[in-house]
T-cell receptor, first 111, second 113 residues
Framework: QQQVKQSPQSLIVQKGGISIINCAYE??????FPWYQQFPGKGPALLIA?????SEKKEGRFTISFNKSAKQFSLHIMDSQPGDSATYFC??????????FGAGTILRVKS | DGGITQSPKYLFRKEGQNVTLSCEQNLNHDAMYWYRQDPGQGLRLIYYSQIVNDFQKGDIAEGYSVSREKKESFPLTVTSAQKNPTAFYLC????????????FGPGTRLTVL
């Protein structure tokens, strides 16, 4: 059973456009929601994270929007650049610092 | 530089052989994790350890074993009982304070010949 559902599987965006990736969860005990960025052949790197008592968090061109009542959160990448082309994973933390990951979104930004 | 190192980067194994993947961290983190990554399936937790000499099974522990004799080391053995071991293996660590941020190593790609 997939506890964190991520969509879309892949995304193509023009340079300068907005990339939007969505995630949904069921377990209301999750208390921390990070996003990771992964380039081919590399380990994932933390991009940005949010706690459920905050509705939005922005760091540079990256913004997380969080809707606690709908149990959904999303990543917005403003002014998308070719260097943003990577795989993005949402995740949710449960007990014991365990993370549950979404299936990932492959983003391609066309120049 | 502080970080997580994994070795080797690429590993080839013949069917029926056990292989051990190395993971070392110098971040003084308490908790360490092993994940398996397959295309289109995200990261799946194999084993994790919150403290030295203690570890728990994750979602896909069958065919794998671990040890945690030192705080900085968490090796993973892929045994011959693992029927489909070809994958990208990732090690991660966190402080254990409850914040949740996990830091990942560069990964080991295991291929069964």
């Amino acid at each position: 059973q997939q506890q964190v559902k991520q969509s879309p599987q892949s995304l193509i965006v023009q340079k300068g456009g907005i990339s939007i990736i969505n995630c949904a969860y069921e377990n209301t005990a999750f208390d921390y929601f990070p996003w990771y960025q992964q380039f081919p052949g590399k380990g994932p790197a933390l991009l940005i994270a949010i706690r459920p008592d905050v509705s939005e968090k922005k760091e540079g061109r990256f913004t997380i929007s969080f809707n606690k009542s709908a149990k959904q959160f999303s990543l917005h990448i403003m002014d998308s650049q070719p260097g943003d082309s990577a795989t993005y994973f949402c995740a949710a933390k449960e007990y014991g610092n365990k993370l549950v990951f979404g299936a990932g979104t492959i983003l391609r930004v066309k120049s | 530089d502080g970080g997580i190192t994994q070795s080797p980067k690429y590993l080839f194994r013949k069917e029926g052989q056990n292989v051990t993947l190395s993971c070392e961290q110098n971040l003084n983190h308490d908790a360490m994790y092993w994940y398996r990554q397959d295309p289109g399936q995200g990261l799946r937790l194999i084993y994790y350890s919150q403290i030295v000499n203690d570890f728990q099974k994750g979602d896909i522990a069958e065919g794998y074993s671990v040890s945690r004799e030192k705080k900085e080391s968490f090796p993973l053995t892929v045994t011959s009982a693992q029927k489909n071991p070809t994958a990208f293996y990732l090690c991660a660590s966190t402080t254990g304070s409850g914040r949740g941020t996990q830091y990942f190593g560069p990964g080991t790609r295991l291929t069964v010949l």
